[in-house]
């Protein structure tokens, strides 16, 4: 039989940071092992604020979209690719001094060792060059404000003034504007924290209350290279819609209009960006796009469709489902490219404090036969993501069974206020119930959701202040969905919603599971086990494939007889209906495939009754309800067809005839 591709993999999620999509990211293991989700904020609104206030920042963002994942890869993928790169290393410096020197203001002497213990060596030594402001006599909010006015300044670049005279879509031309010290702001940022140094208090309160542009005249004097660097603005009222059309028209058009790049990545790009606000990264609040991730597991083993009654007897299991028409990232090993899932495909981890976890990758069937087979104990956990209105809308046995849906990719700004109804929150399932669960961990908290019929329950884990800020800002929608903020008991309907909740928020968060979430004995095994049965498997399934790599090779009546003797005896084979339904289904697909193939090249009409016959109980053996049944109900029928048209006048047997009618009767009942 085929590899069921069984390997040991080591996941990890261990991460704080600012994507390019404008949502901030954080593990929840960051918060679980001491770092505070305050100054984690604290330190990634400071880079959104850096980057929304300037025009370097802009032109990074507008550049993001098509350089990272999941634009194609290509040519202009990789020019984008380098020019954000060139932005970033002219900046990095300057983005983490503030970001890193902003929440130290509020951090005690007791504990900032600690605090400076979290931070790379590299982002304390560029935030020491503001240390000196700590012994000045200010207000923290003044402090506070003079950081950011001084980061915005070292980062206000011209870069958009310049970007289409001096061609700096050119990589080349970009990297050496960027070299050019006057240009480049992690040299303007020491030279500016030198000059400000020694004013006096008076002047650094008048920079930190004004706008850049007025502190900018007060720094007339700043030298960079003995020369003085100028400044490129941002208007008050960015991003208006129609200033980010003249930020697309200033980034974007000139690698439209690019001859030296491919035409069909170009029409790609401008196709992009026909609706700017649609396309352009963080437009939503900052603070309404914090969203809490975490590991899945610090190990685990991860295989490709196993056995499913051994995916049985855990109390939570994760599921991702595609249901693209394009590969989206399924399991996410550490150090390793993901592993893919394929439209139709979908990834699942089992989670159990009492057992070893465990990740699979499962096929349409193999996912059915172990929904129909799933114990109602089992929470069910999806993780929505670019693929979550497939999980409502593709697969009945996932919508029909009760379920939770955990946030883990799109914000809750996204989610609650642009996508609601994809998680299953909309006005057909009535009024929306909805609590907020604050967690024992510092400033963390959970929106949680349910529609009228209580299932699906959604959980936003979030911070404590986006959460609150989010649920009074549903009670005052308008709109045709009716949101009631209701404390925890209340929410909570039944025993197995407070037991599936409790098992997703105690998985979450790396807590003990207390005994009461733990699942039921599971049944005696059957006998033999799937597993069992594939094994049985092998020597007919590896004597198969070498029989018909021999027809391959040579298509003779010799060669095909041995075919004949090796699919027979596979299907024969006492193991069979014992293994998964999914390897069911490819032998009798594959045997139909061997004895038509013996057909075309042989012209047996024995090999093509066989394939029919074949192919007939596969379609009896596939339940009515299963989106495949139609593709193979048509190729029964185009066998049929084949077989009719192929006998001769007195080889044509009155059943060919009646089959060919019936066939042709009951596909034609048959909603498409």
């Known amino acids: 039989m085929p590899d069921s591709a069984t390997r040991v993999l080591k996941f990890s999620r261990d991460w704080a940071g600012l994507c390019q999509s404008g949502r901030i990211l954080v593990s929840i293991d960051r918060i679980v092992h001491g770092d505070t989700l305050d100054g984690i904020l604290a330190h990634e609104t400071a880079h959104d604020v850096l980057l929304k206030s300037t025009q370097l920042g802009w032109v990074l963002l507008a550049l993001s979209p098509s350089?990272?994942?999941?634009?194609?890869?290509?040519?202009?993928?990789?020019?984008?690719?380098?020019?954000?790169?060139?932005?970033?290393?002219?900046?990095?410096?300057?983005?983490?001094?503030?970001?890193?020197?902003?929440p130290s203001l509020t951090v005690?002497?007791?504990?900032?060792?600690?605090?400076?213990?979290?931070?790379?060596?590299?982002?304390?030594?560029?935030?020491?060059?503001?240390?000196?402001?700590?012994?000045?006599?200010?207000?923290?909010?003044?402090?506070?404000?003079?950081?950011?006015?001084?980061g915005k300044l070292a980062l206000s670049v011209p870069v958009l003034d310049a970007w289409r005279p001096q061609r700096l879509h050119r990589p080349e031309r970009a990297e050496h504007w960027f070299h050019t010290p006057r240009n480049r702001p992690d040299r303007r940022f020491p030279a500016l924290c030198r000059a400000l140094r020694d004013q006096p208090d008076e002047v650094l309160r008048s920079m930190a209350a004004g706008e850049p542009a007025a502190a900018a005249r007060l720094c007339d004097q700043v030298r960079v290279d003995g020369k003085p660097f100028p400044y490129g603005w941002v208007p008050a009222d960015a991003p208006s819609p129609a200033w980010l059309d003249g930020l697309v028209r200033d980034v974007i058009r000139p690698l439209i209009t690019d001859p030296s790049l491919p035409q069909q990545e170009r029409d790609r790009l401008e196709?992009?960006?026909?609706?700017?606000?649609?396309?352009?990264?963080?437009?939503?609040?900052?603070?309404?796009?914090?969203?809490?991730?975490?590991?899945?597991?610090?190990?685990?083993?991860?295989?490709?469709?196993?056995?499913?009654?051994?995916?049985?007897?855990y109390p939570l299991v994760e599921v991702q489902h595609n249901a693209l028409p394009l590969p989206v990232p399924g399991v996410e090993p550490l150090g390793?490219?993901?592993?893919?899932?394929?439209?139709?495909?979908?990834?699942?981890?089992?989670?159990?404090?009492?057992?070893?976890?465990?990740?699979?990758?499962?096929?349409?069937?193999?996912?059915?036969?172990?929904?129909?087979?799933?114990?109602?104990?089992?929470?069910?956990?999806?993780?929505?993501?670019?693929?979550?209105?497939?999980?409502?809308?593709?697969?009945?046995?996932?919508?029909?069974?009760?379920?939770?849906?955990?946030?883990?990719?799109?914000?809750?700004?996204?989610?609650?206020?642009?996508?609601?109804?994809?998680?299953?929150?909309?006005e057909r399932r009535g009024p929306v119930t909805m609590t907020v669960a604050n967690s024992e961990l510092d400033g963390v908290a959970y929106l949680i959701l349910r529609p009228e019929c209580s299932s699906p329950v959604v959980i936003v884990p979030t911070a404590?202040?986006?959460?609150?800020?989010?649920?009074?800002?549903?009670?005052?929608?308008?709109?045709?969905?009716?949101?009631?903020?209701?404390?925890?008991?209340?929410?909570?309907?039944?025993?197995?919603?407070?037991?599936?909740?409790?098992?997703?928020?105690?998985?979450?968060?790396?807590?003990?599971?207390?005994?009461?979430?733990?699942p039921p004995v599971p049944p005696t095994p059957r006998?033999?086990?799937?597993?069992?049965?594939?094994?049985?498997?092998?020597?007919?399934?590896?004597?198969?494939?070498?029989?018909?790599?021999?027809?391959?090779?040579?298509p003779t009546a010799e060669t095909f007889a041995a075919v004949v003797k090796t699919v027979e005896a596979t299907l024969a084979c006492p193991s069979l209906p014992s293994v998964s339904f999914g390897w069911r289904i490819w032998f009798l697909d594959n045997a139909v495939r061997r004895f038509y193939a013996g057909y075309e090249k042989l012209a047996d009409p024995d090999a093509l009754r066989r394939a029919i016959e074949i192919?007939?109980?596969?379609?009896?053996?596939?339940?009515?309800?299963?989106?495949?049944?139609?593709?193979?109900?048509?190729?029964?029928?185009?066998?049929?067809?084949?077989?009719?048209?192929?006998?001769?006048?007195?080889?044509?047997?009155?059943?060919?005839?009646?089959l060919l009618w019936l066939l042709a009767a009951e596909l034609s009942d048959r909603p498409r």
Request: glycine share 4%.
């Open 271 to 313: 196709t992009m960006w026909e609706q700017p606000t649609a396309t352009m990264p963080g437009l939503q609040p900052a603070m309404m796009s914090v969203l809490l991730t975490y590991t899945t597991s610090t190990h685990g083993m991860i295989e490709v469709n196993p056995p499913t009654d051994g995916l049985h007897g």
């Open 67 to 102: 350089a990272l994942d999941p634009y194609p890869p290509g040519p202009l993928r990789d020019r984008c690719a380098r020019l954000l790169e060139a932005g970033i290393l002219a900046s990095r410096f300057t983005q983490e001094a503030v970001a890193t020197f902003l």
């Open 336 to 426: 390793t490219d993901p592993m893919w899932l394929h439209q139709g495909e979908t990834a699942l981890w089992f989670i159990s404090p009492w057992k070893d976890n465990r990740a699979c990758h499962l096929s349409p069937p193999w996912l059915r036969e172990w929904l129909d087979e799933l114990d109602d104990d089992t929470t069910l956990c999806l993780r929505d993501g670019a693929d979550l209105a497939g999980i409502l809308l593709d697969d009945p046995r996932l919508a029909r069974r009760r379920r939770v849906v955990l946030l883990q990719h799109r914000t809750p700004h996204w989610a609650l206020f642009v996508e609601l109804p994809v998680t299953g929150l909309d």
């Open 464 to 518: 404590r202040t986006t959460a609150v800020r989010a649920a009074r800002a549903l009670q005052a929608e308008r709109g045709r969905i009716r949101f009631s903020l209701v404390d925890l008991p209340t929410f909570l309907t039944s025993g197995a919603m407070t037991r599936d909740v409790m098992r997703v928020l105690h998985n979450f968060e790396a807590k003990p599971w207390p005994e009461i979430l733990k």
């Open 615 to 658: 192919q007939s109980d596969l379609v009896d053996l596939l339940p009515s309800d299963w989106p495949e049944r139609a593709d193979c109900e048509r190729t029964l029928r185009r066998l049929v067809i084949r077989g009719y048209a192929a006998a001769g006048a007195g080889d044509k047997p009155e059943k060919w005839g009646a």
């Open 527 to 554: 006998r033999p086990t799937r597993a069992d049965a594939e094994a049985a498997m092998d020597a007919p399934a590896a004597q198969m494939a070498e029989a018909c790599d021999a027809f391959e090779a040579a």
């Open 108 to 150: 005690g002497d007791t504990e900032m060792a600690a605090y400076r213990a979290r931070h790379p060596r590299d982002y304390l030594d560029a935030a020491d060059a503001l240390e000196w402001l700590c012994a000045r006599d200010l207000p923290p909010e003044t402090k506070r404000e003079l950081v950011l006015t001084i």
